[in-house]
């Protein structure tokens, strides 16, 4: 990942902040000349940046822009390769779109693509997805691992326990995983999981892990036709959350779960996920041979699937989403 020098002066910066830092001492640092540096300083000013100068002492980086940046999002993210390059957007078609131009364009793993809203954002079977709202958190990213394409639905199941660990950092409430990709409290969606790949039949080429989190959003923000079915973490919480340190926290567990799936194998996740099972015991629909079957939900089985008990305690294994999962849905 190659910095432009204002990134990697605010970076020098924040490395320091409880001190000063000398222009001499930046200057050399960055190759460029004092002016130089007081120049970037000014266009980081113009940019929402705060810095306080002394004489004899040097620079110190008092307050970052309100609004999100690429910058913004690096700074104190302690992870060690997700996130680490940044694309962020105020508006963008499409986050997974653009995932996916840069994938094909031999980025590498661990870019993330984020927006303050999407014009077009999508969800599962290209159903629409309302991402206009820049209270919400909206971005892609890209993986590249070495799995079997046949595993790389446990992507999806990766992600949703990264986002409850995340939800059950920022706030101690009772959030549920609703198989396969959705986060859902009280009973409303909270949050979605987009994974799509590209592959042949033996080797996969890239991974995009969408995820849409509806953060700071009030009920009046929503479609009226959804708001029954949908909240957020203000809505519950009745507080306003930061989205730049929720992204930063969801990047870093996110690469923590990821890599415990590619060294210890799926058997940690399943056991997570199933601590957060949507409906546990409760009654669900689904088609069985063209013929609508109720079972009782029983968690997630080794291969992913969802498990169901049945008459006569049949247990079955789902791998659709032809799921009800609430009368008349």
Not at 30 to 41: D, E, F, G, N, Q
Not at 163 to 168: G, M, P
Request: proline letters at 3%.
């Amino acid at each position: 990942m190659v910095l432009s020098i204002r990134e990697r002066l605010v970076r020098l910066l924040s490395q320091e902040q409880s001190g000063y830092v000398s222009g001499q001492w930046l200057s050399d640092e960055l190759s460029c000349s004092r002016t130089a540096v007081w120049k970037h300083i000014k266009q980081l000013e113009e940019e929402g940046y705060t810095f306080d100068a002394v004489p004899n002492k040097g620079y110190r980086l008092v307050a970052l822009p309100k609004h999100m940046t690429e910058n913004t999002l690096r700074w104190n993210l302690s992870s060690d390769w997700l996130g680490q390059s940044i694309e962020h957007y105020p508006s963008i078609d499409s986050t997974q779109v653009r995932a996916h131009e840069r994938a094909r364009a031999g980025a590498d793993e661990g870019l993330v693509i984020s927006a303050d809203q999407q014009l077009n954002g999508r969800g599962r079977m290209q159903r629409p997805f309302d991402s206009t709202d820049a209270k919400g958190v909206w971005l892609s990213f890209i993986l590249r691992p070495q799995l079997a394409p046949t595993e790389a639905a446990k992507l999806t199941l990766v992600t949703a326990v990264a986002l409850v660990d995340t939800f059950k950092q920022m706030i101690n409430l009772d959030v549920k995983i609703k198989w396969p990709n959705d986060i859902y409290l009280n009973q409303k969606k909270i949050a979605g999981v987009l994974t799509e790949m590209e592959a042949e039949m033996d080797q996969i080429h890239y991974v995009i892990v969408g995820i849409g989190v509806n953060l700071n959003q009030r009920t009046s923000d929503f479609d009226p036709l959804l708001q029954d079915r949908v909240t957020s973490l203000f809505e519950e919480t009745g507080e306003t959350l930061d989205k730049q340190v929720f992204i930063q926290r969801l990047l870093e567990t996110f690469e923590k779960w990821y890599t415990v799936f590619l060294t210890e194998g799926f058997v940690p996740i399943q056991k997570e996920w199933n601590r957060y099972v949507f409906k546990l015991n409760q009654p669900v629909y689904f088609l069985k041979q063209n013929e609508r079957v109720k079972g009782l939900v029983q968690g997630l089985s080794a291969e992913g699937a969802l498990v169901v008990v049945i008459e006569e305690h049949e247990h079955v294994k789902l791998y659709s989403s032809d799921i009800e999962w609430f009368r008349g849905e």
